[in-house]
């Protein structure tokens, strides 16, 4: 009968348990102030205040969402973000792959100052204003692509998407479907986009966390509140519900809107976050392969 002959040493044992307890430490910083924000939503605004609530809800109440979702623009704002979420990230995948594929491929001509271009926009940028022109020269000012089409390629994005194609894509494989005829395009679309899903899935994270969470561009490219994104319309309610204080009236009165304008923030944040925490379960697996591979292999 064979026996075990490892065992662990004090050293192997003491850096177990060092593992365990900075694990542990680092679940509690990451878990609690998500616990905490979740819990002050459901909870009497009054405890929240007062510090009593510092875990789980107190008090129950659902007057923050209520509040929240009574907003007829709630309803507008998702269908908005929802749309240049999806279609966003769509016209965003689709133009880092078809920009990262060739600058993947050792022949294509003037690959290096191609390449250089891409990174020179990561160093020097037009600037707020330029940029504001530029919308407003093209047209894009007030409508849904002013959230869209400047903001449509991501350089980091396409670095990594094409560092990817070239550790994953091998060359034997182009020069067999040259060989029996295929074209660019369709070995684009048969061959690499299927081998490609986990940087596929990258992409659309990362982008449809963009577009979701999008609020400045809305902020200056937007003027009609009909295509204002949820993080615009979000804002609206919580500096409509702000209490200006040269205007002090009946005292039990501030106290409320104090207590339910303190209730919004953290019904919110819950209202804004839960989209993006559904959508990440579904690629986590391709999502954590495909960073691995497109950020470590060249």
Do not use: C
């Not at 530029?134 to 998407?161: F, K």
């Amino acid at each position: 009968m064979a026996h075990d002959t490892t065992r662990d040493t004090g050293s192997d044992r003491a850096f177990t348990i060092a593992n365990y307890v900075i694990l542990t430490i680092f679940l509690i910083t990451v878990a609690y102030p998500l616990i905490y924000v979740l819990s002050a939503s459901l909870s009497n605004p009054g405890a929240v205040i007062s510090g009593k609530m510092w875990l789980w809800p107190i008090d129950p109440t659902l007057d923050g969402y209520r509040a929240v979702f009574r907003n007829p623009k709630i309803l507008t704002g998702f269908k908005n973000s929802l749309f240049y979420t999806v279609v966003g990230t769509f016209i965003s995948v689709a133009l880092t792959i078809l920009a990262a594929y060739p600058l993947s491929r050792r022949d294509l001509t003037g690959r290096g100052p191609i390449m250089f271009l891409f990174m020179f926009t990561m160093i020097f940028g037009g600037g707020l204003i330029p940029t504001f022109l530029v919308v407003r020269e093209t047209g894009l000012l007030n409508t849904r692509w002013a959230l869209i089409i400047p903001t449509a390629l991501s350089v980091y994005n396409m670095i990594i998407t094409t560092t990817f194609f070239r550790a994953t894509i091998p060359d034997e494989l182009l020069e067999a479907a040259q060989i029996d005829g295929v074209s660019d395009f369709r070995f684009l679309y048969d061959v690499v986009i299927p081998l490609s899903m986990p940087i596929i899935a990258v992409n659309t994270l990362f982008y449809a966390v963009g577009q979701w969470n999008q609020y400045f561009n809305a902020l200056i490219y937007l003027t009609d509140q009909s295509l204002f994104p949820l993080q615009l319309v979000l804002r609206e309610i919580l500096v409509q519900n702000q209490i200006d204080l040269s205007k002090l009236g009946d005292i039990s009165q501030l106290e409320q809107r104090q207590q339910l304008a303190d209730l919004l923030k953290y019904a919110l944040i819950v209202v804004a976050s839960i989209p993006v925490l559904i959508i990440y379960p579904f690629v986590q697996k391709h999502f954590v392969r495909g960073v691995l591979i497109g950020s470590l292999k060249g």
